[in-house]
């Protein structure tokens, strides 16, 4: 068929129709009522609704009726090969291939002057206008960008069809009305390649990272058309009757199906889950052998899930002691020197105090003052009995004994305050000394870590002789995240590893979690109390804290250099068959040495590449370096 004469014959339809028709999204989309006859949704059939070429208007970009531009429409191709139009040898339409009909194209232009119709039915003045952008209002992107998914892309040009002005002119002032024009250059600036170099890459990236574009098809990236529209890529699809894309393509150099192709879709891992993988298929199974691609089974370990923070130890604060002298005195011996273990009640320095000679004084006096009390009170208690002497010089006896055995008992606890034993306290008694010696002791077993007493030096209660401190425990002063802080709590086990102790692991628990964090470091205060047995933990270590979150799971490990990272993401090869491999999206836990823990995406019997990855990586990648999908 003459496709100026179709033209002519559409605008006159369209007359006939009303100026009313108003044009209508082409609706692309899988559910719309097929052609029988030309195999192509009737929503889009240009053969069959011929009042499609005048409401779209002409294709800029391609010089033909936007309703029969096969180069933005490709969806359309089977409806010209259904009509007989169709030039094999230039794969476009018979009546549209200027190699075969040179200046074909100029008798459509001239049959869309003579009509009068302009660049775009869309401009016809009884159609209803965008008043915000200057256009009208069933092709503004701007107003409905649900023409931006129901158009797709454009093949021709590499940006969304709805937004292409080099095929839809009407559209450049709703552009200029939102500020979005390159003057210099007279396109959009959004789709300026000049200005912006690779800027429709980016387009075409974001159709590719969706997995299929913006219509849920896989996209051909070195012939630029729809997977399921590459004749090239899949002559298989010549002839054959459309799907609505949605027919399964078989990826006839790999042998794979073209969504499981990794070396023609490489695009698609950034999509896949852990678990999820793609095909790379090798060039043979010898290739294999001599790229030295060697595979094994992971490794089955148990691992406990935890959180990993720093930490420094100091030690324990309950059982630490400030040994200070209970009476001003002088220092007159030191008896122990830094580092001694004690046993409690060891005596440390002798201080030499007026303060207990008085004391020791009193409590010697007081013991008389109450034996004369008491034999007061018992000689007026045998004359009350026999009546010789008056009730009243009793009572002041009793009276005087009580206030003597007061003023002892308060006397003996002087000296207990001073730090005296019972057994002390008794040897003053029985032998009446008032001595001015003052014996400081260690409240507990412990180990003396810093000293400050020196003999002749005149001291007071409050100044610290030595520091006592129990070193069975220690405390490890801990700093946890915040994001972690919800799931540590009290009671915890905990393992440390200290940089100054190599290859020694302190276990202990948490004892004590801060009720808030830290405004500037969003950092959550810690304290676990851990052992220290042999004493080599110090005050002051910095290390590496394990705080035990649950009990120990199953979990597989393999050798780091399994693991591949492609745009961020850890994958592994797992061996499908002789030349075929699987690049499986996998969850990386912890590392130890030399291997890493797989904690989810592969299983137990995979073969996991463990030599040759980075061949396995490159065979991947080689599509990206203009080496996937060749022409057959």
């Given at each position: 068929m003459?496709h100026?004469?179709?033209?002519a014959?559409?605008l006159?339809?369209?007359a006939c129709l009303?100026?009313g028709v108003?044009?209508?999204?082409?609706?692309?989309?899988?559910g719309?009522e097929?052609c029988a006859?030309?195999?192509v949704?009737?929503?889009?059939?240009?053969f069959?609704r011929?009042?499609?070429?005048?409401?779209?208007g002409?294709?800029g970009?391609?010089?033909?009726?936007?309703?029969?531009?096969t180069?933005?429409?490709?969806?359309i191709?089977?409806?010209?090969k259904?009509e007989?139009?169709?030039?094999?040898?230039?794969d476009?339409?018979?009546?549209?291939?200027?190699?075969?009909h040179?200046?074909i194209?100029?008798?459509?232009?001239?049959g869309?002057a003579?009509?009068g119709?302009g660049?775009?039915?869309?401009e016809?003045?009884?159609r209803?206008?965008c008043?915000?952008?200057?256009?009208a209002?069933?092709?503004?992107?701007?107003?409905?960008p649900?023409?931006?998914k129901?158009?797709?892309?454009?093949g021709?040009?590499?940006?969304?069809?709805?937004l292409?002005?080099?095929c839809?002119?009407?559209?450049i002032?709703a552009?200029k009305?939102?500020?979005?024009?390159c003057a210099?250059h007279d396109v959009p600036?959004s789709?300026?390649?000049?200005?912006?170099p690779?800027?429709?890459?980016?387009?075409k990236?974001?159709?590719?990272?969706?997995?299929?574009?913006k219509s849920?098809r896989?996209?051909?990236?070195?012939?630029d058309v729809?997977?399921d529209?590459c004749?090239?890529?899949?002559?298989e699809?010549?002839?054959?009757?459309?799907?609505?894309?949605?027919a399964?393509?078989?990826?006839r150099?790999?042998a794979?199906?073209?969504?499981e192709?990794g070396i023609?879709?490489?695009q698609l891992?950034?999509?896949l889950?852990?678990?999820e993988s793609?095909k790379?298929?090798?060039?043979?199974?010898e290739?294999?052998?001599k790229a030295?691609?060697?595979?094994?089974t992971?490794?089955?370990?148990?691992?406990?899930p935890n959180?990993?923070?720093s930490?420094e130890?100091?030690?324990?604060?309950?059982r630490?002691?400030?040994?200070?002298?209970?009476?001003?005195?002088v220092i007159?011996r030191?008896?122990v020197d830094?580092?001694?273990?004690?046993?409690?009640?060891?005596?440390?320095?002798?201080?030499?105090?007026s303060e207990?000679?008085?004391?020791k004084?009193?409590?010697?006096v007081?013991?008389?003052d109450?034996?004369?009390?008491?034999l007061a009170?018992d000689?007026e208690?045998q004359l009350?009995?026999?009546?010789?002497?008056?009730e009243?010089?009793?009572?002041?006896?009793?009276?005087?004994?009580?206030?003597?055995k007061i003023v002892?008992?308060t006397?003996?606890?002087?000296?207990a305050?001073?730090?005296?034993?019972?057994?002390e306290?008794?040897n003053?008694e029985?032998t009446?000394?008032?001595?001015?010696?003052?014996m400081?002791?260690?409240p507990y077993?412990?180990?003396?870590?810093?000293?400050t007493?020196?003999a002749?030096?005149?001291?007071?209660p409050g100044?610290?002789?030595?520091?006592?401190?129990d070193?069975?425990t220690?405390?490890?002063?801990?700093?946890?995240?915040?994001?972690d802080?919800g799931?540590?709590q009290?009671?915890l086990a905990?393992?440390?590893?200290?940089?100054?102790?190599p290859?020694?692991e302190?276990?202990g628990?948490?004892?004590?979690?801060?009720?808030?964090?830290?405004e500037r470091t969003r950092?959550?205060?810690?304290r676990?109390?851990v052992?220290?047995?042999?004493?080599r933990?110090?005050d002051g270590?910095?290390g590496?804290?394990r705080?035990?979150?649950?009990?120990?799971v199953?979990?597989l490990?393999?050798?780091?250099?399994?693991?591949?990272?492609?745009e961020?993401?850890p994958?592994?090869?797992?061996?499908?068959?002789?030349d075929?491999f699987?690049?499986r999206r996998?969850?990386?836990?912890?590392q130890n040495g030399h291997?890493?823990?797989?904690?989810?995406g592969?299983g137990?019997?995979?073969?996991v590449?463990?030599?040759?990855?980075?061949?396995?990586?490159?065979?991947?990648l080689?599509?990206?370096?203009?080496?996937?999908?060749?022409?057959d």
């Open positions: 003459n100026r004469l179709l033209y014959v559409a006159a339809f369209a009303g100026a108003t044009s209508s999204v082409i609706a692309e989309e899988p719309s097929e006859k030309h195999q949704a009737e929503a889009i059939c240009p069959c011929p009042e499609l070429i005048k409401d779209h002409f294709c970009g391609h010089g033909v009726p936007e309703a029969l531009c180069a933005c429409r490709p969806a191709v089977a409806a010209f259904a007989g139009d169709w030039c094999a040898g230039h476009v339409p018979e009546s549209q291939c200027e190699l075969c040179p200046g194209k100029d008798q459509w232009k001239q869309e003579e009509s119709a660049a775009t039915g869309a016809e003045p009884d209803e206008e008043a915000e952008h200057q256009v209002e069933a092709i503004c992107p701007f107003c409905r649900e023409l931006i129901d158009h797709g892309f454009c021709g040009h590499g940006v969304p069809e709805a292409c002005t080099a839809r002119p009407a559209i002032a552009f009305v939102e500020g979005d024009w210099g600036e789709q300026c390649e000049l200005c912006h690779g800027i429709k890459d980016q387009w990236q974001d159709q590719a990272e969706s997995g299929a574009g849920g896989l996209w051909c990236r070195e012939h729809y997977e529209e004749l090239i890529c899949h002559p699809l010549k002839g054959a009757p459309k799907a609505g894309g949605k399964e393509l078989f990826c150099e790999h794979v199906a073209e969504r192709c023609c879709q490489p891992a950034a999509g889950e852990p678990g793609l790379v298929r090798t060039a043979s199974p290739s294999v052998e030295g691609i060697r595979t094994a992971p490794k089955s370990s148990q691992v406990t959180i990993r923070v930490g130890a100091r030690y324990n604060q309950n630490l002691a400030r040994i200070t002298p209970l009476a001003a005195g007159r030191v008896l830094v580092g001694a273990e004690v046993a409690p009640g060891d005596v440390l320095v002798e201080v030499a105090s207990v000679a008085e004391a004084r009193d409590y010697l007081a013991i008389v109450e034996r004369l009390a008491a009170h000689r208690k009350l009995a026999k009546a010789i002497s008056p009243q010089r009793f009572q002041q006896a009793e009276s005087e004994y009580e206030r003597a002892r008992v006397a003996r606890q002087r000296l305050n001073f730090g005296f034993t019972d057994e306290i008794g003053i029985t009446s000394s008032s001595s001015s010696l003052l400081v002791r260690a077993a412990g180990t003396l870590v810093e000293r007493a020196v002749g030096e005149a001291v007071k100044n610290t002789l030595f520091t006592l401190a070193l069975s220690m405390w490890v002063e801990l700093a946890i995240p915040e994001s802080a799931r540590v009290k009671g905990v393992e440390a590893r200290f940089q100054g102790l290859g020694v302190v276990n628990e948490l004892v004590w979690l801060h009720s808030r964090v830290d950092l959550v205060k810690a676990a109390e052992q220290n047995m042999d004493r933990l110090r270590m910095f590496e804290v705080v035990i979150l649950d009990d120990a199953s979990t490990r393999v050798p780091k250099e399994a693991l591949q990272r492609i961020q993401q994958y592994v090869f797992v061996r499908a068959a002789a075929l699987d690049l996998v969850v990386v836990g912890e291997t890493v823990e797989i904690v989810a592969i137990p019997d995979d073969a590449v463990v030599d040759g990855t980075f061949t396995m990586k490159s065979e991947f080689k599509s990206r370096l203009g080496a996937g999908c060749v022409d």
